[in-house]
């Protein structure tokens, strides 16, 4: 085991801790049940840990960023909680969604008051940068609420360009990565340049973590993916392939079937036999290499703002976390 | 008009003006269009105007809290949106709610967006105090959700206690005037007595509030109330007024009307017939009687900590304000 990955383990283990004791006796239990089974859900930490991975690369002590490391957390769950509402999704890190386990109202509620505790945990956080942070982190908010926005409006569209999907997964999972790298990235005290470089760095990230993530959709292992496979094709996502697929299927059988998920907002049922042709589709068009390249294309971009770190340590670090993201088979 | 009441007037106005500005030109439009429909729906600003008005008593210039006016106004839409999806509302200040006119989906992802754009509303705040600022409007939000467990939660059970009613209202409608009260507060510089006193006049006639829109469900004027009469039959709220119905109501015929609200979680539709009948039997046996006593209790309990402040202007200001807040008929 590396340096690095040891650390992922032990800032995982301290947010996996904290994140319990945040939960722990809180009433109405029919309010605080869902909020504690999703957060002991046995996410990757992902976010809370770039941030405190972020905020030692600016030569801070991530011990300080605990707080707001489980604020990121929370607030991801609460855009998990939400989004699959609106998704109808029915499983997530491989159990039953909120919503399909108690119902939507509770969904709903359980997810709002996620946010109050969000803030809650970020204003613990001793730092000369309170209101930075906060401001990070409501910009936050708003643009993943755009995203999904944007998101749910291009499934009833048939024209979406890819530049389109680009601005829209920016702003739908690249920037809540951001926000965490940046506020990590303050409460360590980072300089202009090291804290723009963290920004970057994430976004970049974000982008490449996102469509890999559409990729998962047709070609990931349920158990490991924890999500059902083909989601996005139900719901008629418009994912990178999607829409790349619409820019290189010629053939007329190929591409009806290409079309009749982008314009009947997804397969009304679910379809195995479907899905597998979509797949062998994607794989032969070389939609699935586009989307390998752009992954790569993305994280090369992010890495190259690893350079700015004198530090070779910080530097290991943010580059383990980088092939940590998208090796992940999760 | 009196001096309070175009005070009032002229706050309203520049809340109206500047929460206009705030949604102006967002996208994506799917997503802010909902937004600019609730916020411009011509609602009180009763919580914005208190804000100011708490400002003022303390000693504050109101002109300096309008942001963070228009952040509890936000806020307090956000809840209404919510609400109004859990509940089934079909109208709101007169007008199709969110999820009627477009649907969930949209009025969950509205609501959110709209916590954020609160925040940000906040942070713009000029104040020494921000993030004691914060730290309450956050109490705010995570109080009133748990209130909304609490209030569904009651609906499915049968052996709500009236004190348990009281710790539902005051969660899920004393504390964002509290809230609000203690912002406003802060905003002034208020000292620790006037601090205390603002919070506990808003608290109290929080109470109070919500003890008459309980009684507005069954003898409101439609029009002027902006829901629908008896929703809150419809849906089996334990309010006030059906608590108080079981613990006054003997007659075998009437005790099971009220009963069979009560246990059935609601009527399962609308019936005006039996709706009326309700409120003949909260009529003869004194409930309506009894919420009126409450609500005088309530609102001169509030009154009372008005007495703390010394400029008579500010105490003129604020029982113009609890009277105009309890006098309404909408």
Same mark, same amino acid.
């Given at each position: 085991?590396?340096?690095?990955?040891?650390?992922?383990?032990?800032?995982?283990?301290?947010?996996?801790?904290?994140?319990?004791?945040?939960?722990?006796?809180?009433?109405?239990?029919?309010?605080?049940?869902?909020?504690?089974?999703?957060?002991?859900?046995?996410?990757?930490?992902?976010?809370?840990?770039?941030?405190?991975?972020?905020?030692?690369?600016?030569?801070?002590?991530?011990?300080? $960023?605990?707080?707001?490391? =489980? %604020?990121?957390? !929370?607030?991801?769950?609460?855009?998990? @909680?939400?989004? &699959?509402?609106?998704?109808?999704?029915?499983?997530?890190?491989?159990?039953?969604?909120?919503?399909?386990?108690?119902?939507?109202?509770?969904?709903?509620?359980?997810?709002?008051?996620?946010?109050?505790?969000?803030?809650?945990?970020?204003?613990?956080?001793?730092?000369?940068?309170?209101?930075?942070?906060?401001?990070?982190?409501?910009?936050?908010?708003?643009?993943?609420?755009?995203?999904?926005?944007?998101?749910?409006?291009?499934?009833?569209?048939?024209?979406?360009?890819?530049?389109?999907?680009?601005?829209?997964?920016?702003?739908?999972?690249?920037?809540?990565?951001?926000?965490?790298?940046?506020?990590?990235?303050?409460?360590?005290?980072?300089?202009?340049?090291?804290?723009?470089?963290?920004?970057?760095? $994430?976004?970049?990230?974000? =982008? %490449?973590?996102? !469509?890999?993530?559409?990729?998962?959709? @047709?070609?990931? &292992?349920?158990?490991?993916?924890?999500?059902?496979?083909?989601?996005?094709?139900?719901?008629?996502?418009?994912?990178?392939?999607?829409?790349?697929?619409?820019?290189?299927?010629?053939?007329?059988?190929?591409?009806?079937?290409?079309?009749?998920?982008?314009?009947?907002?997804?397969?009304?049922?679910?379809?195995?036999?479907?899905?597998?042709?979509?797949?062998?589709?994607?794989?032969?068009?070389?939609?699935?290499?586009?989307?390998?390249?752009?992954?790569?294309?993305?994280?090369?971009?992010?890495?190259?703002?690893?350079?700015?770190?004198?530090?070779?340590?910080?530097?290991?670090?943010?580059?383990?976390?980088?092939?940590?993201?998208?090796?992940?088979?999760?």
């Amino acid at each position: 085991m590396t340096n690095s990955q040891r650390k992922y383990f032990a800032y995982k283990k301290i947010i996996d801790n904290k994140i319990t004791s945040v939960t722990k006796k809180l009433l109405p239990e029919s309010l605080y049940l869902p909020i504690k089974y999703i957060l002991s859900g046995g996410g990757k930490r992902i976010r809370p840990v770039l941030l405190m991975f972020a905020c030692e690369a600016a030569g801070g002590d991530p011990k300080k $960023a605990v707080d707001a490391a =489980i %604020a990121v957390e !929370i607030l991801h769950n609460f855009t998990l @909680i939400h989004d &699959d509402i609106m998704d109808n999704a029915v499983s997530r890190r491989g159990r039953e969604t909120i919503h399909k386990k108690w119902d939507s109202n509770i969904a709903i509620l359980a997810g709002d008051n996620m946010v109050g505790m969000a803030y809650q945990c970020l204003l613990k956080t001793k730092t000369s940068k309170l209101s930075e942070i906060i401001e990070e982190f409501t910009e936050g908010i708003i643009e993943v609420c755009e995203g999904q926005g944007y998101d749910k409006e291009f499934e009833s569209r048939t024209d979406v360009t890819l530049s389109e999907y680009i601005l829209m997964i920016d702003k739908k999972t690249s920037k809540l990565l951001e926000t965490c790298s940046g506020i990590g990235a303050l409460i360590g005290n980072a300089d202009n340049k090291k804290f723009r470089a963290l920004k970057n760095y $994430a976004h970049n990230l974000g =982008i %490449a973590f996102q !469509i890999q993530d559409d990729l998962l959709d @047709i070609s990931g &292992d349920q158990k490991k993916f924890g999500k059902q496979i083909g989601g996005d094709l139900r719901e008629g996502k418009k994912t990178f392939l999607l829409l790349k697929a619409i820019e290189l299927v010629k053939k007329k059988q190929d591409r009806e079937k290409i079309l009749r998920i982008a314009e009947q907002k997804g397969l009304k049922s679910y379809s195995k036999v479907l899905i597998n042709d979509i797949k062998r589709i994607y794989h032969d068009y070389g939609v699935v290499d586009s989307a390998q390249k752009e992954i790569k294309k993305f994280t090369d971009k992010a890495e190259k703002y690893i350079e700015v770190f004198e530090v070779r340590e910080s530097r290991i670090m943010l580059k383990w976390f980088s092939r940590m993201l998208l090796g992940r088979s999760f």
